[in-house]
């Protein structure tokens, strides 16, 4: 039947069952908010106060539901806004749809008034991006997206309509297919085989290799990386760690995939690892990383990373194949299916000798002694007092690797964190995301007093969708990991990170019309923790820490895993 453009592409995610939209209207993109107006009672829309705000906050609905996020924004700055939300969603292979739009198709090359090739821009970091100037095209465009979003690695994928292609007047043949039918269309079977875009089967003699090197190792180690999570395959990576009996280091994007709680587990591995995950790297015999891309912040020196063993990588990806760290032998296929097929030919191990030399290390370090409030104290506060399956996103710096190392994330899409990009700004989008996908659990965001200056202003979006999230700022007055590496490496010469200025971020919170906070000690902090949890609307705890605070441990890039600078 005969419908308008904007109208099939509004059809278009309903098939595709999206229910919640992010963005932020503009010129070129007025069509397409035209015609979502007729939408509102099927299609939710989120408005940002700012396009990049609208680019995490998609990316975080996509990690925490494990669905596809959908993301709007006009052409010219608009677009180019999003540019560190989709690198951020591609560096840590999150499924999210951009949809822009540009100046009409005359204007294309004239530098027009907010025109800019998006697409051009973007290509480098999606999975794929589209020009459309065909309306005819709309909706194999849009189903190809989608499939080529969530399909095998998942990825961010954009998606740019010319003005004229979206104009009131313009009209396709469109056919409703739900989703589950998409792959039957013959444009989205070709997609598929031109791009072999799902995930190979496991090839056999590959789990066989893999098995008789698991019958002959001793001291074997796992490592749970980002594709446990985005292939959801944490139910089979704890039955392997399990049947093998062996210990298991998380890394920054593995948190969930693994119970952070389970006795096997050893904590955070790389640059801010535990001495339990780093030590069991250099001495284990057999190292099994499963979605694990051996970034330079696990593997700090490739080189001489786990030189006692045989390393195997799990990965859907044939591309990070040897990448980074060459390996003895590889599988490649999606996390879940993988160790579906190994696990029906392991039988039960026991490494209780190897279990004994590495898990007694995972004894934490003593504190030191303070009358200050400490990140381990705000912390702590945190997780006992909030519900065990609070979702938790982050920015990047000191707070992320606090609250990664004091929090047990016990299921995919619980820790929203920016590894691979480290985007400073990610996490209160983030958990705007978070919250619009999971309106019944609790959504914490935590935050440095560098990064909330970046992201404060979506403050407003969660007072005005009435959004409960509860932002901890780590208040240590300076840029605090930049501080950490100036104290260490560069002779104390604290060059440009001292944050020796405003906002105050209690009134702050106030002037959002939300309930602001500061907490000095401990015991301020688990009374405003828990009023924050009653308040039903967002809160904002401002607390107060050491400047000099630091993560520990720690090792220098390009160091040895095991080299420490600070345990």
Not at 295 to 309: E, G, H, I, N
Request: hydrophobic share 40%.
């Amino acid at each position: 039947m005969k419908i308008r453009a904007t109208q099939a592409i509004m059809e278009c995610l309903l098939e595709q069952e999206v229910d919640t939209v992010f963005g932020y209207p503009g010129g070129t993109i007025l069509n397409l908010y035209d015609e979502l107006y007729n939408y509102k009672d099927k299609i939710r829309h989120v408005l940002t106060a700012h396009e990049q705000g609208a680019s995490h906050a998609a990316d975080g609905y996509a990690r925490s539901t494990g669905r596809v996020g959908v993301c709007f924004a006009t052409s010219g700055p608009g677009a180019t806004n999003l540019t560190t939300g989709i690198a951020t969603a591609y560096m840590d292979s999150s499924p999210v749809v951009f949809i822009t739009c540009n100046v009409a198709e005359p204007l294309l090359g004239k530098d027009s008034f907010q025109e800019v090739d998006i697409t051009g821009i973007a290509m480098p970091i999606t999975k794929a991006a589209y020009l459309v100037r065909d309306p005819q095209t709309i909706p194999d465009v849009m189903r190809q997206a989608f499939a080529v979003a969530a399909t095998g690695r998942p990825g961010p994928v954009l998606i740019d309509f010319l003005k004229n292609v979206t104009a009131p007047n313009v009209e396709i043949d469109y056919e409703f297919i739900p989703w589950i039918q998409n792959r039957a269309c013959s444009s989205v079977r070709a997609l598929a085989t031109s791009h072999d875009l799902k995930a190979p089967e496991p090839d056999a003699g590959d789990i066989d290799t893999l098995v008789d090197m698991i019958a002959q190792s001793e001291r074997p180690l796992l490592i749970c990386g980002g594709g446990v999570v985005r292939g959801r395959a944490d139910r089979e990576f704890r039955a392997l760690a399990e049947r093998l009996d062996a210990p298991v280091a998380i890394t920054v994007m593995g948190g969930g995939g693994f119970p952070g709680g389970h006795p096997l587990t050893t904590g955070m591995i790389g640059m801010h690892g535990s001495r339990a995950s780093n030590v069991a790297c250099d001495q284990c015999d057999l190292l099994i990383a499963v979605g694990c891309r051996f970034s330079d912040r696990v593997a700090l020196q490739p080189d001489t990373f786990a030189s006692q063993a045989k390393i195997v990588q799990i990965d859907i990806d044939r591309s990070e194949i040897d990448k980074n760290v060459l390996t003895d032998h590889h599988i490649i296929g999606s996390a879940k299916r993988v160790l579906a097929r190994l696990n029906q030919r392991l039988p039960q191990y026991s490494h209780q000798a190897w279990k004994e030399q590495i898990l007694p290390l995972r004894a934490p370090s003593v504190p030191r002694e303070s009358e200050k409030l400490t990140p381990k104290q705000v912390l702590e506060a945190i997780r006992r007092l909030a519900p065990q399956d609070t979702i938790v996103a982050t920015d990047v710096g000191q707070h992320q690797m606090w609250s990664i190392q004091h929090f047990h994330f016990d299921y995919p899409g619980q820790l929203l964190t920016s590894g691979g990009f480290g985007t400073m700004g990610f996490g209160l989008g983030a958990a705007i995301g978070a919250k619009a996908g999971n309106p019944d659990k609790v959504v914490v965001h935590t935050t440095g007093d560098g990064c909330f200056r970046m992201n404060c202003h979506e403050l407003a979006t969660v007072e005005h969708y009435g959004l409960p999230i509860i932002t901890v700022v780590f208040n240590n007055g300076t840029l605090g990991m930049v501080r950490q590496w100036q104290n260490l490496i560069y002779n104390k010469r604290f060059s440009e990170t001292t944050l020796d200025r405003g906002p105050d971020f209690v009134k702050l919170a106030e002037a959002y019309g939300l309930k602001g906070f500061r907490a000095a000690t401990m015991g301020e902090m688990e009374e405003a923790f828990r009023q924050a949890l009653e308040a039903g609307r967002g809160c904002v705890i401002d607390c107060v820490l050491d400047m000099d605070e630091m993560v520990r441990p720690m090792v220098a890039g390009g160091s040895h895993i095991t080299e420490f600078l600070l345990k």
